[in-house]
């Protein structure tokens, strides 16, 4: 049974408008959510997180909202930029333990 | 600053050679240690982690062990590797504060089989 889903693994967009990437979860128990970049051959990033207690939080071009009562966040970029192509992965923990990963959405912003 | 460093970056092996990965941070102390596996088109799948010197924790049965024999060193091992241990393999650490458990991963070993 897969906890994280990210349904979508693929997302093209125009360079200059909005990404959104989705994730889902099925453990109630998670309290901790994370987003990380990756590029091709290299380990993953962090980018952005979100506490459970919080429905948004923002980092620069990044925003990530968190619906807990739909067990659902996304991850928003605004605006997006070519460099911002890579696999993007939804990650969940529970009292900052080990984290379970999604499958991976692939993201690629055209020029 | 904190470092990870995990090799070799690639390994090509034949079937039923045995497998050894090698992971060490630098400038943390008892970190959480991981090993992740991601499989062509993937997400990443954990497959051990470490919460201390000589404690390993297994998340899925298979053909793989790690060991931490030291406190930022964390290794991968097979006795004899199979075709479906090819991937990529990740190697990460973080100290959970609070509630944030965000990893520092390293870059990685792509196995490929043979």
């Known amino acids: 049974d897969q906890q994280v889903k990210q349904n979508s693994p693929s997302l093209s967009v125009q360079e200059g408008r909005i990404s959104i990437l989705n994730c889902d979860y099925t453990n109630s128990m998670f309290d901790y959510f994370l987003w990380y970049k990756k590029y091709p051959a290299e380990g993953p990033t962090f980018l952005i997180s979100i506490s459970s207690i919080k429905d948004k939080n923002e980092d620069g071009r990044f925003t990530v909202f968190l619906n807990k009562s739909a067990k659902h966040l996304s991850l928003h970029i605004v605006p997006s930029q070519p460099g911002d192509s890579a696999v993007y992965f939804c990650?969940?923990?529970?009292?900052?333990?080990?984290?379970?990963f999604g499958d991976g959405t692939t993201l690629t912003v055209k020029p | 600053s904190q470092t990870i460093h995990q090799w070799p970056a690639t390994l090509v092996q034949p079937v039923g050679s045995p497998l050894s990965l090698e992971c060490t941070v630098e400038?943390?102390?008892?970190?959480?240690l991981y090993w992740y596996r991601q499989a062509a088109g993937r997400g990443l799948q954990l497959l051990f982690y470490?919460?201390?010197?000589?404690?390993i924790s297994s998340e899925v049965p298979q053909n793989l062990s790690a060991s931490r024999p030291q406190d930022r060193q964390f290794i991968l091992s097979s006795k004899k590797l199979l075709l479906s241990d090819s991937g990529f393999y990740l190697c990460?650490?973080?100290?959970?504060?609070?509630?944030?458990?965000?990893?520092?991963f390293g870059q990685g070993t792509r196995l490929t089989v043979v």
């Open positions: 990650a969940a923990s529970v009292n900052a333990g080990k984290s379970t």
């Open positions: 990460a650490w973080n100290v959970p504060t609070g509630q944030d458990s965000s990893a520092f």
């Open positions: 470490s919460v201390g010197i000589g404690q």
């Open positions: 400038g943390t102390s008892n970190p959480n």
